[in-house]
């Protein structure tokens, strides 16, 4: 059965930061490009960041320096170190495995207030 369980969302105050973290199972985890995506209440998903199977990373122009992504293949999870958190920053947070099949997890809420 596949799973990807993320963890680490919160209510942070602006400027704050958050790690959020991706346990995933049920599938052969190096093989699979992992990416993180953000819906905010009431806006479409979209896409956060990305590290490859080699190691390679992208990011979002909206969150590029202030959020780091990082995989553990032995670990099998997947990371994403966000910093200088700001309110527009609010959404649930997904980890999402691509591969020629995509695979999603149940998200987790990050919530920027003072």
């Known amino acids: 059965q596949v799973q990807l369980v993320e963890s680490g969302g919160g209510l942070v105050q602006p400027g704050g930061s958050l790690r959020l973290s991706c346990a995933a199972s049920?599938?052969?985890?190096?093989?699979?490009?992992m990416k993180w995506h953000r819906q905010a209440p009431g806006k479409e998903r979209e896409w956060v960041a990305t590290i490859t199977i080699n190691g390679y990373t992208r990011y979002a122009d909206s969150m590029r320096g202030r959020v780091t992504i990082a995989r553990d293949n032995g670990k099998r999870t997947v990371s994403l170190q966000m910093n200088s958190l700001k309110p527009d920053d609010t959404a649930v947070y997904y980890c999402n495995a691509v591969k020629e099949s995509a695979y999603w997890g149940q998200g987790t809420q990050v919530t920027v207030s003072s």
């Open positions: 049920g599938f052969t985890f190096n093989t699979y490009d």
